[in-house]
């Protein structure tokens, strides 16, 4: 046949009446490379092509990676890839086999998943070797989705500047309405389209009767020519974290990110119960289904974890392998029909379902919100923190005490409902992706009081006992002394900022005992000291000061600044043990509103407080924390400066003396106690935090001697020292990662010595006369 003969049948056929010239002698052929142009990680893949006369020809790749097809059938024909996975690797092999969402995972998946990118960025190369060996060659940058039947697992297309040639791929017949390449068994060899759409057939879609063809899987290739088919790796980022047991600056900084991201929707499309489309998208930005199952898995570097966030705070991403992502679980009516058919009603399953909880519709909610993810070494459990104002303020104040039914002591009653309704979505998550991984847990504010009492619970299964890690941020009493030291066995690194004074309630002043409803006293006694070190104000009666019913559980870091002036101060993170700075920030606020508030304003005051907001607060202290440690262990620094320790070791000195002279004056004036039992308690209470205040002194003096190791800063990855350097490469290209923020930068030496001495003592010299309200002991 002529070549003016196969442009007239062409065009006759792009009209519909016929569809090619079924004269053979034609051969095309085509070569996979990665984007080094090295056709080697393809070498030995089985393909298949379909030409338009649906005659099946198969072969190997060579050791270039190379195909070719001779004496096939006029026209354009399709290339697939769709050898199922049968080595040896761990990984891939549970994937395949695990009950709940096995994954059709094929041999050109695993090779496209070893490949690296060409640009450390993930955007592909405007340019391949292998491209310019051939001339006149086609050129395409595909995608492995592109090339296999089963694609509900596998990410979203990324941008590229040279996809394949979609008008070839009309080109080929319409597949039967009844054909589903999806449910063909990936073992048996591909019939191509076999059968075509009748007339009547076509009749039929075009009027809505019946559903359209199914989209033919695969490249189309065009005849009597040499292709390049660039395959894009199968790469994705995930944040770095820990699986250490030890505290660690890394996950420090890392889960206050994804503690924040809790606060935003999953943002699937659409969101029903049931889905009644073929797929799901997550395109609301940002979002937790955003992040792990539309923007990591593309390779996009994300940064913002709230709406209202406009400083960029860039999480330490990791490259790895895409199936050791983050996951978010496939949606495929068809494959998975036992649990994604529509058909199931309210029992159907989609990602939404399964990796985020939100009870705020239900009738019985807890106005609770959780979101869960995993790979192959641990389990991310995210618990959104005070949110709105009513339901969760309500919540939060509901501080009855009620039994722990999963073991021992007692709880808040309204942490508690929120841990009981997230329990079973957990549960139910791990009992189908559960394999030994860490759990690793964390929350905010109400969100962290829920994750201790979850966690608790899921630690008295013996298959998690020894499995879980708890970071909070914020977090306030969840339970009696009885209920934190039945709890101790659970490893929780508690993260407290200065001022924040959520992490001081619920207090003595609240009812917990016998009253269902929580009740504030009307009045009560302020005790007010000179400034030192910021440290304003002592609460009888109100604060953790003198214990209460109610204790915290965790080991605590607590964020503490250390002010030179008012254009210089920085910030240390340490374990201070006197209840004057733990619970200070409770003391500021009461003391901001003039004495005991009421109600609503208080919790008003509490959730809207500039030092208790994440994205305002913890982020840039966590982020600043990072960097301090990270030049503490290259430099081979102490994490507390010479001047640092002599403010803050003056500061709770000149406390300590001002404490000594309140228990004085409480034994001159012995008129002022009505009773002797009240001025004994009173007396043992400043005597326990003088006590107090000499071990924090001590902790202090440890804390100037001690040095950072690897391990301090990046945990469970610090055996791993040159994977640790190649991702800070990725993380320090974001100049916002190299700023030199006040609280990250080690201070300077004090200009003035005496200026020194009167910053420590809030400009008073030590032992200087202070305020104090006798009347407001009594």
């Known amino acids: 046949m002529s070549m003016e003969s196969l442009e007239t049948n062409v065009a006759i056929f792009m009209q519909g009446n016929i569809h090619a010239c079924p004269k053979r002698g034609h051969s095309t052929s085509f070569q996979l490379v990665d984007e080094l142009g090295n056709g080697k990680p393809y070498a030995g893949l089985t393909y298949e092509i379909i030409d338009y006369e649906d005659t099946v020809y198969a072969g190997k790749l060579d050791v270039k990676g190379c195909g070719k097809v001779d004496n096939h059938y006029c026209g354009p024909l399709i290339l697939k890839l769709s050898q199922p996975f049968t080595g040896t690797e761990a990984l891939y092999k549970d994937l395949r086999a695990r009950e709940h969402y096995p994954l059709p995972i094929t041999e050109l998946q695993v090779r496209a998943e070893k490949t690296r990118f060409f640009n450390k960025s993930g955007v592909r190369t405007q340019a391949n070797p292998a491209k310019d060996l051939a001339a006149n060659a086609a050129y395409y940058q595909v995608e492995v989705s592109e090339l296999v039947k089963h694609i509900a697992h596998l990410p979203p297309l990324a941008q590229r500047s040279d996809p394949p040639n979609m008008v070839v791929h009309k080109l080929m017949r319409s597949a039967h309405k009844t054909r589903s390449f999806a449910q063909v068994d990936a073992s048996v060899p591909d019939k191509g389209a076999s059968a075509i759409f009748s007339q009547e057939d076509r009749g039929m879609v075009e009027l809505g009767f019946s559903p359209p063809p199914p989209k033919l899987t695969g490249i189309a290739l065009l005849p009597n020519k040499h292709h390049v088919l660039e395959v894009r790796p199968m ?7 820990s699986t250490s047991n030890e505290f660690c600056a890394l996950n420090l900084y890392q889960l206050s990110l994804m503690a924040t991201l809790s606060y935003t929707d999953f943002g699937q499309e659409p969101n029903t119960q049931p889905v009644k489309t073929d797929s799901v998208s997550f395109p609301l930005q940002p979002s937790s289904g955003n992040w792990f199952g539309h923007a990591l898995p593309q390779f996009d570097e994300l940064w913002k974890v709230d709406a209202s966030q406009t400083k960029k705070y860039y999480p330490l991403y990791e490259e790895v392998p895409y199936s050791k992502r983050l996951e978010v679980v496939p949606f495929d009516p068809q494959h998975y029909s036992e649990v994604n058919d529509p058909a199931l009603g309210d029992e159907q399953e989609h990602p939404a379902k399964l990796h985020f909880f939100d009870d705020r519709k239900q009738a019985d909610s807890t106005d609770t919100q959780a979101f869960i993810t995993h790979h192959d070494e641990l389990i991310l459990i995210s618990v959104r923190g005070t949110s709105e104002v009513l339901p969760d303020g309500l919540r939060d104040g509901d501080a009855y005490q009620v039994p722990f039914q999963e073991g021992e002591g007692k709880v808040h009653r309204g942490f508690y409902g929120g841990a009981q309704a997230v329990y079973p979505f957990v549960v139910s998550y791990l009992e189908r992706f559960y394999s030994g991984q860490k759990l690793l847990i964390t929350g905010h504010s109400l969100g962290g009081a829920i994750a201790l009492i979850l966690s608790e619970m899921l630690r008295r299964d013996p298959q998690y006992l020894t499995q879980i890690v708890l970071y909070t941020y914020g977090a306030p009493r969840a339970g009696d002394t009885t209920f934190i030291e039945s709890a101790q066995p659970l490893i929780h690194h508690r993260i407290v900022n200065q001022n924040d004074p959520v992490p001081s309630v619920p207090a003595t002043w609240m009812n917990t005992f016998a009253n269902p409803k929580p009740m504030y006293i009307a009045n009560g006694a302020v005790l007010v000291i000179t400034p030192a070190a910021g440290f304003a104000l002592l609460v009888w009666g109100m604060t953790n000061f003198f214990g209460d019913d109610y204790g915290h559980h965790g080991a605590l870091h607590h964020f503490m600044p250390v002010v030179f002036g008012k254009e210089h101060q920085s910030s240390i993170l340490w374990q201070p043990g006197c209840s004057i700075i733990n619970d200070h920030g409770c003391a500021e606020a009461l003391r901001n ?21 994440m994205v305002g607060s913890y982020i840039p202290g966590c982020w600043a924390s990072l960097r301090r440690w990270q030049e503490a262990q290259q430099l081979n620094r102490s994490l507390v400066t010479p001047r640092e320790f002599e403010w803050v070791s003056g500061a709770l000195e000149n406390i300590r003396k001002q404490l000594r002279a309140v228990e004085r004056e409480i034994q001159a004036h012995p008129s002022a106690y009505v009773r002797h039992q009240e001025r004994n308690h009173k007396t043992t209470v400043l005597n326990n935090e003088i006590d107090k205040i000499k071990m924090t002194q001590a ?33 320090n290209a974001h100049p916002e990662n190299l700023v030199q923020e006040q609280l990250a930068m080690i201070p300077t030496a004090a200009e003035d010595h005496d200026a020194a001495i009167a910053a420590m003592t809030g400009g008073h010299a030590v ?12």
């Not at 469970?716 to 994977?723: F, L, V």
């Open 699 to 731: 902790r202090l003096v440890d804390l100037r001697g001690q040095r950072v190791t690897e391990a301090d800063v990046y945990g469970s990855y610090a055996d791993q020292p040159e994977w640790v350097q190649e991702n800070l490469l990725r993380w």
């Open 235 to 241: 790469r994705a980022l995930r944040p770095m974290l």
């Open 593 to 613: 509103i003039n004495g005991l508030p009421k109600r609503g304003a208080f919790l008003k005051q509490l959730f809207a407080a500039g030092d208790h907001s």
């Open 767 to 778: 032992g200087a006369p202070f305020q104090l309200d006798i009347d407001s002991i009594v």
